[in-house]
């Protein structure tokens, strides 16, 4: 059984920083691509990043390239998202995708006052 679980999301200024985990387990991770999405106040879900099972491509949206990066370690089973500059547009949850199988995680909530 796929299970998606992130940590990491929390209230932080504009221009602070946070970084998102995202913890899998019932497959084999390292196998895999994983994503991250987000999902604003009344807007859809959409694709923040991307990366591949060896790290060796990652793939931004406009809107966070330069500020965010995408990273895993396939030993902890374990992606991540660092988040620098954070602007009040970021404000979302964020979302832990293995498109493999089309699963999700729950979701944890950034929140980025001006």
């Known amino acids: 059984q796929v299970q998606l679980v992130e940590s990491g999301g929390g209230l932080v200024q504009a221009g602070g920083s946070l970084r998102l985990s995202c913890a899998a387990s019932?497959?084999?991770?390292?196998?895999?691509?994983m994503s991250w999405y987000r999902q604003g106040p009344g807007k859809e879900r959409d694709l923040v990043a991307s990366?591949?099972?060896?790290?060796?491509?990652?793939n931004y949206a406009d809107s966070v390239k330069g500020r965010f990066t995408i990273s895993r370690d396939n030993a902890k089973n374990t992606v991540y998202l660092q988040m620098n500059s954070l602007k009040s547009e970021d404000t979302a949850v964020y979302y832990c995708?293995?498109?493999?199988?089309?699963?999700w995680g729950q979701g944890t909530q950034v929140t980025v006052s001006s």
């Open positions: 995708y293995a498109s493999r199988f089309g699963s």
């Open positions: 990366i591949s099972r060896g790290s060796g491509i990652t």
């Open positions: 019932g497959f084999t991770f390292s196998n895999y691509a």
